[in-house]
């Protein structure tokens, strides 16, 4: 099996055929990490665990002055007991003290993979796919059981973790932290990598050196937000896109959450990853379980590319949902760019006819549909067809859709609520507040209590109703703001601090129902574009929108970062009208088009007053893109130039099999006079012949990847261009 259990030395090994993750036992009570990392046949404990006192660091064994929890790598640290670096869980006892002792009490190892009640997860098909390790830990004085759960798939480098708290004992503790996971490696020589950014420019890459002390990402927004991904990796100092070590961990979680790596005096470094701790507490009463998010883990010995498709493949096949987890996705009009609030069944029909003649296959109808919505102030909650604007409502115009060879999508938000709304007049008290206290808008919004399984219940039964009004299979599901005054009028003082985690469990419990009930709808999830975009939601909605950013050059830096961690499939980017609404640059239609044909094709312009050479130059590439859309959603990615080290990006995506590949080159500021350049492929067979966009010449994929491709002199800037690679058939 997959995990070995060494009984003399206490010691388990997860392994396949390329990682290992071995943990031990040690003094029969503290589990300690010995290593993760490229596969070994086995290791002796000894060889990695050393013991020796140091100065102001305590024992809790007297029969062992050389041994110390402040210097032994453990797998799941407390406070309070000898160590003094950061913990990864904390609770408080009935008598207020936070000091724990769980030690080893069991274990269990079993083939396959359970889910996690009211979570997403990670999953299997078959129970050969993974196997899985259950340490159970107790503190007898509190009366609180630990297990810590870790899986292994055999096919993936791959390695989930969670925690979950079970109260045995007789009296009500308070979890304050609870970390997923958390690893103390051997070593800090490490550099670590994040995506940061804000609304309009989400998930751009930083790498920077490890330092002495504590280094910290985080969101305490109510959602994964714009500003910081839930992810982070180490990477060796040499690892490139290639080559070199990686060692990845991203939370499967929406809401808040904190990653920390702390370096301390002795050059190790602890990576811990889980729910934000910052303004959360747990009450866990017995005969209650707590679960925490699960954290997902890849280490890559082929660099940042290595560790990216890892985590592709995880995410497409084993994150992902639905009929539509392995099915391309439709080319989509949406809108909201050629119209705002100000439309009406007639001007939204002549959008959709004008797509139709393109080979666009979907309309998607966004904000301003329902209530008495012209403008964002109202009708938040109020999910009933404006008949002003559609008299003859969604099911109206979705039957006209249809009779085009159209399919119908709606934008819906509903976690939301305007003030001037039938429903806030109804329930003032649904929306999360405090009493007496003033409620902050955002986006002239309040946000709903999904703590509350009344509202939960509403918004399950009423979207259900507005879902089977009309033959709706597209769903694109906005979140326009982060939480403010985060408290719940239905839960008690002592629980006010849950009401965040809980949101998360309402929301969860939502999409859970309404995707069971529509498996034929895909749902697109969107935060003002790209602030939500998690492995959580991906588990209930198989794409997101990337941002709304939508110029092709910053969309260039988005797509490239947002590909560290998510597959193109997931990815949703639209072509949009110039001057872009939100940049104001002017760019040619042909890279805009090039650009997110790189991901899930859509269109966000007013179609029907383009121009003939514009209709000609989308026709094209809606060709193109139908040639090109299995690689791009199903192939394997190599990012081959980033826009973040110069004006050139380029990227590709290669068959399993090898056979085909496309190529996109991306040129943002021409150069005078330019020198001659060769792009240097990957992924390709280097004994295998290949043709690029259909020519005469042929090329040995080792030739394409160690000399390249050579690039056409480009004169003009904002130059886009696709090669397409096909292997000669023998």
Known sequence: MPIDWNEEDRVFHLHNSKISYLLQIVHGKYPAHLY????????????????????????????????????????????????????????????????????????EIFQGKRP????????????????????TMVDSMLG???????????????????????????????????????????????????LHGTWGRERHIERQPLHHGIQTISSARGSSSHQHNPFIALLSKDANEEYGGVFGCTLMYSGNFQASIEVDPFQTSRLS?????????????????????????????????????????????RVCRGVYRDKTRPILINNWEATYFNFNEKKLKSIADAGKELGVELFVLDDGWFGQRDNDKSSLGDWYENKKKLPNGLKGLADYLHTK??????????????????????????????????????????????????VCDYLIETLTRVFRSAPISYVKWDMNRNMTEVGSAALPPERQKETAHRYMLGLYRILEKLTARFP??????????????????????????????TDAVERLKIQYGTSIVYPAITMGANVSDVPNHQVGRTTPLLMRCHVAMAANLGFELNIDKLSSDDKKVIMTEINEYHQIK?????????????????????????????????????????????????????????????????????????????????????????????????????
């Open 36 to 107: 993760w990392g490229k596969r070994v046949m086995t290791l002796q404990p000894g060889s990695i665990l050393s013991f020796k006192g140091r100065a102001f660091s305590p024992t809790t064994e007297p029969n062992d002055k050389n041994f110390s929890l402040d210097t032994l790598p453990q797998e799941y640290p407390a406070f309070g007991n000898g160590d003094f670096r950061t913990p990864a869980y904390q609770i408080r006892a009935p008598d207020g003290s936070t000091i724990t002792e769980f030690v080893y009490d069991s274990h």
């Open 520 to 549: 034929g709808i895909l749902f697109e999830s969107c935060s003002g574009g790209g602030g939500r975009f998690d492995p959580g939601m991906l588990y209930y909605m198989p794409q997101t929108w990337t941002s709304d950013d």
């Open 144 to 194: 609180v059981g630990m297990n810590l759960h870790y899986t292994i798939y055999r096919e993936l480098d791959v390695i989930t973790r969670s925690v979950s708290f079970e109260h045995l004992g007789c009296q009500a503790v308070e979890i304050y932290k609870c970390m997923s996971m958390s690893v103390d490696f051997h070593q800090s020589d490490w550099d670590w990598l994040h």
């Open 273 to 317: 990853v889980g729910i934000n701790p910052f303004d959360f507490t747990w009450l866990l009463k017995p005969g209650e379980t707590f679960q925490t998010p699960e954290a997902l883990m890849v280490y890559s010995a082929d660099g940042l590319g290595g560790m990216s498709r890892t985590y592709h493949k995880l995410l497409r096949t």
């Open 405 to 454: 060879g159209m399919q119908f999508g709606l934008w819906v938000e509903p976690e939301m609520v305007s003030p001037d709304s039938d429903l806030y007049r109804r329930h003032p008290d649904w929306c999360l507040h405090v009493p007496g206290r003033n409620r902050t808008l955002s986006r002239n919004q309040l946000v709903l209590d999904l703590s509350r399984d009344e």
């Open 630 to 730: 299995d690689l791009v959603g199903f192939g394997d990615q190599f990012r081959l130039l980033s826009p973040f080290d110069g004006m050139d990006t380029a990227w590709m995506y290669v068959a399993p099999n090898q056979e085909h590949a496309v190529v996109f080159y991306y040129k943002i500021l021409a150069t005078p006079n330019p020198p001659f350049f060769r792009l240097k492929l990957r992924g390709l067979n280097p004994l295998e012949k290949y043709k690029v966009n259909k020519g005469k010449k042929r090329y040995f994929g080792d030739e394409l990847m160690q000399m390249g491709l050579t690039l056409p002199l480009i004169k003009k800037d904002y130059t886009s261009a696709i090669f397409q690679i096909e292997a000669v058939k023998k």
């Open 116 to 135: 996690l009640e009211g979570l997403p997860s990670a999953y299997v098909e078959d129970d050969t796919e993974a196997d899985s390790l259950v340490i």
